[in-house]
Structures are given as C-alpha cells and as structure tokens.
C-alpha cells in the first residue's frame, strides 16, 4: 500500500471550512404508489439542475419518463425500503377551487420493529420563493436468523430557492446519520472467539450545503448562465473522513453562426473539485478541472450538441485528459419516435462517500481513485403510442480504467483470525462493458399503471475473471390501480447470477449468487381528503437472499401507517 500525503490547495480548504458544517441533498428516495397529495407552492422534489452535489452516477439507469410510483428495490441494511412518495403540484381549476396543505407526515411501523416517519413542509410563492424542509427517520431492530443486523436511517434538510428578477438563488442544508452492523457472519463459526462489539458497529456522518445561481430569461438572446458551490464532510466512526468542495458552471448564449440551422447557440460548461481524504493509514487531496465548450443547434428534425472535453486531474501527479462529445437526435415522428446516439467520456471519483454509501459494509481504509471513462457510446429509440404507451430501448459500450469492484475481505482459513473478517475491500480493475436495455410503461384511463424495466450487462476485464457483486442481468415490473378511494400497487425484482470470491481458502474461490425475486405489495384507503392509513408488505416469498456475499436480507416485513396532510 502507498503511503503518501498531498500538499493542500489553499484557496479549496478555505471553501470547505465553509462548507464543512452544514450541507443539503435534495431528492425523493422510493416512490411507492400515485396517490396524489397537493402542497401549496407547487414542490417538486428533484434537484435543480444546476445545484446537484457532485456524486458518481451508479450504473444502470435509463431516463425513460414512467409512472410516478418508481420502485427502489433494494435497501442496503433489508429489503424493506418505505419513503415518501412524490408530490403533485396544485392544480387550479376555474369552477372549483381545490383546498391546499403545506405539511404531509407519514409514520408507521413495521413487523421488524422498525418505527418510520417522513415530515415534509412547503410555503412559498409564485415566482417569488419556496422553501421547503424535511425529516425523515427508518430504522429496524429485529434480526434476521444467526445474524444480527439493526440500522437506522435518520435525515433532516432545509432548502430555500428565491426568485428575483432574472435570476433564482438557491440554498440548502442537510445532515445525514446512518448507522449499521457488521454482520456478514454466523457467531457458531467462530467458537472460543468472543469479538468485541464495538468493533462491529458502523456510523457514517453526511453533511452537506450548495449554494447557487442560474438565469431566468424569457429571451433567448441573453447570455444564459447558472454557477454553484456545493460541498460535504462526510466521515464514519473509525476515524475515516472525506471532505469535497464542488465548483460547477454553465454559460450558454444564441448565436447566428449560419442561417441553414434553426437555433444556435455556443457554450462552456464545466466544473472545479477538490477532495481531501484521510484514514488511519493515509492522507491524499485531489483537485480536477473540466472545461468543455460545445455548439448545439437544431436543423430540421435533427437535433445536436457537439464538444470537446478537457480534464486536469492532480493526485500524486498532474495530468491532462480530452474527451469528444456528441450528442444527436432526430425526430421521425414528432413527440412519437425519436432515435438518438452519442459518445462521451470522462473522469470520475470512486469516493468514499459514493462507496459507502452503495455498500456500508466496505473496509474504512479502501482505496479511492478516479475511475477514467475513456469512451462511452450509445444509441437507442424513444417514443410513446397513442399518449398511453411509452418507451426507450437502449444499448452502449463504455472502456473504462479504474472501475470499482467489491469484494469480501480475504483471510487464510488455516490460520485462526481473532475476530471476524466480514467487511468488503474495494478492487480496481481496466475493461468495457456492453449493456442494453428499455422500459416501458402503460397507462390507461388514469386509474391502471403498469411498467416494465429490463437490463443486460456484459463485462470484459483485464485481471478480474468477473465482475464482482456488479449485477448482470435486472427486471423490475410494477403495476397500481386505483378503485374509488382504494390504491393498490404491487412490485417485482429480479436480479440474476452474480458473481463474488469466497476469502476462506488459501486463494479466493470465485462463486455464483444465486438469483433472486424481491416481491412487494401494498394498499392505501384514503378515509379523507387529508387522511390515508396504508399497508405494505415487502419480500413476500421471505427469501434471505444475499445482495452481498455473506450479508443475508431481511425477511418479509408488514408496515402499518397513516398519512396526514394539513
């Protein structure tokens, strides 16, 4: 293992030591179903574009619009995963004034002793200012047989976007506690050896803030521009932290290069980050610079955005990267069928943070680099039928370095350890992966939903025989239907083989999870307008299937609760 220690930037550390006490992270987890709540200021729970937190995207996810009740099939700690659903905005109509809430709290509890409650507030103004604020609380206390494995997810945000003139500002903060066990091991394995307990506990600590600005124009000739400064300290219980200080920016204007295109207009985007991270063993800084200016216009039914990429990215050493940009649709049938296609590329942090956070059971001494994407391309087709039916089928290649792999922590099964070696160490290797997939979705008369996502990945690495705990083939289905004031919706997941090494033998053996199908069920009864109890039963075939090698799920599990709007 490198031990080094990088000379700090000034000028970032005196952002971060803004940016270090509080932060944001705007977004809505798992949406279950559609009912529809109205909230005065018209809320919408995403993350504007320009002030989104500097994160790793996770692989295999297509950006086809589906109904409104996605499903996240997964939670790190059990596959009971019960967040707030999404908001719909107020509706006016002119012959019926309809009542409006700016408070919604969910609360329930389920059969794994797990007590949940979501509160969201939303005032604000048309145009003038929303603010919004939320706390949120999942945890579980019942233990899956032979394992022990409470958790708790605790979260509370601020966010206040105002708008003024021209221009919007936004603002936010937020703290994030999740705690967790080390519990990828049976106790009876280990006789004569009595662990200490302290050692197999997990805390992580998310704090996080952004501030922004972006233009507002109506006219199209102004220079349009958007700039934020975002940042987070994030850092668990054995001494292991991350601190991140992001600097992205966009500036746009029209311009009439030739008259052959529609619309022109030149750009630059890009964005400064730096990163400090510190273990027992080592601390590094990074800092990375894109700049990327690009040209996009529209002629006809075709539609593009072509530019060039350059990347400085300073670790031990200084180096310069360049990536080509291409990006076209066209339109065969107007909002019907649109083929598209595209190549890109680009550096990205494997950072603790986006590594913890996938797999909470991950060493606090892993290595973090900056996984290079040398060459990305993809194409597929888009569209809808008869406004009913919608759909995107996709497929793409990507050659990367440093892509990120986990795998269980390796001992000599010869000699006895003296505690259990259940965590995960993180592996980086160099390869390409193909992948294809789609969805669609199906809507009838606004009361039946139904979707469909399906994806393939295929890998070829340089080292690795497989890609470890990386999944291969993905099916989510769901479906709702709403009878009067009843709703009840339903989901399925489908993971197939994946692949892991069991540490126990002198050299790792390489081994196949099995596949698995997560089923969930639910039901809500809106007894008012303001009032609704629900049901939820999740993994009802009550498999303990591993998501992790060694880390069984929970079983099934029943939530009761209520949902109250004033």
Known sequence: MNYRTHKTHGFFLVLLTILMPTGILIGQEDNSHNEQVTI??????SINEAYKINQQPKAGQLSLQHPEFEFNYLDKQTATKITLEP?????????????????????????LFSPYVNFLHSAGRRNSYRFTTQIYHLSAFRNIPEYTNPYTNTSALLNYEKFSGNHIINTGFQYKLNTNRFYGFVESEYQGIDPDDSNLKQMFNLMQANVGIRSNYKNNKKLFHSISLSGYYYFDRY??????????????????????????????????????NSDTLITSSDLFVNLTPYFKARYG???????????????????LHFYPELDATVELIPDRLTIYAGID????????????????????TIDTRWKNNKFSGYAGIRGNIGQKIGFNIEGGWTKFDNEYFFVNTYFNAEVAPNGPLNKFDVVYDAGSVWHIGGEVNYTYDTKFKTWLRVRYNSYTLDSLSQPCHKPITEIKLGASYL??????????YYSGKRYAFDPRW????????DPFVDINLGVDYQLKDNFTVFLKLTNLLNHNYEIYYNYPSQGINVMAGIKFKF
């Open 506 to 513: 002198s050299l790792p053996s390489e081994i196949t999870l």
């Open 301 to 319: 039914i075709v539609n593009f955005r072509l530019g060039l990429s350059f990347s400085y990215l300073n670790t031990t050493e200084g180096s």
């Open 483 to 492: 009878i009067k004031k009843v709703n009840i919706w339903t989901e399925l």
């Open 345 to 364: 590329g680009g550096l990205e942090k494997n950072s603790f943070y986006l590594l913890a956070d996938e797999n909470p059971y991950v060493s606090s």
């Open 40 to 45: 005065i200021g018209s809320i919408d729970p």
């Open 239 to 276: 001494k292991t932290s991350e601190a991140n200080a992001d600097l992205p920016f966009d500036f746009y204007k029209s311009f009439d290069v030739t008259k052959a295109l529609n619309y022109q207009y030149l750009g630059l985007k890009g964005k400064v980050t730096y990163f400090r």
């Open 87 to 111: 908001i719909t905005p107020a509706k006016i109509n002119v012959d019926k004034r309809k009542k409006t809430y700016k408070n919604l709290l969910v609360a329930g509890i389920g059969s």
